[in-house]
């Protein structure tokens, strides 16, 4: 069902990707051993939700601060990056959704990098 509020950044499919990768993480992280709760499982989780929470902060602000913002979740999306890579390592998950979680990655971080450089363009003609 959707909500009679709506806001404008919900419409960015980068949003809508980061919104999604983070229930993905989500789901990921409660197969981890216990011991991990409030280790590695904390901080994925935690890094995954950060990249729609930052689009999301920035997006109101001025031009500069969106930037800001999308240079934030690029670093929290870095993060995912390390963490995937530590639950392989860990034998937590596997090489091929290591290699998934890398493609998501990969596709947010892009889409968040043509977002800001558009910005930045739009910012030079003004």
């Not at 800001?68 to 690029?74: D, G, P, S, V, Y």
């Not at 979680?101 to 043509?114: A, D, G, I, P």
């Amino acid at each position: 069902m959707k909500s009679n509020y709506h806001f404008k950044f919900e419409d960015l499919i980068v949003y809508q990707k980061a919104m999604d990768f983070g229930e993905i993480v989500d789901a990921l992280v409660k197969e981890f051993p216990n011991h991990e709760l409030y280790a590695l499982s904390s901080q994925f989780r935690r890094a995954a939700d950060s990249i729609a929470l930052n689009i999301a902060e920035g997006y109101p602000g001025s031009d500069a601060q969106f930037v800001k913002h999308i240079n934030h979740a690029i670093y929290s999306a870095n993060e995912c990056v390390s963490c995937s890579t530590k639950a392989k390592r860990r034998l937590y998950i596997n090489f091929e959704k290591d290699e998934e979680n890398r493609k998501l990655v990969s596709e947010l971080t892009k889409m968040m990098s043509s977002l800001r450089k558009k910005i930045l363009e739009r910012n030079k003609r003004n």
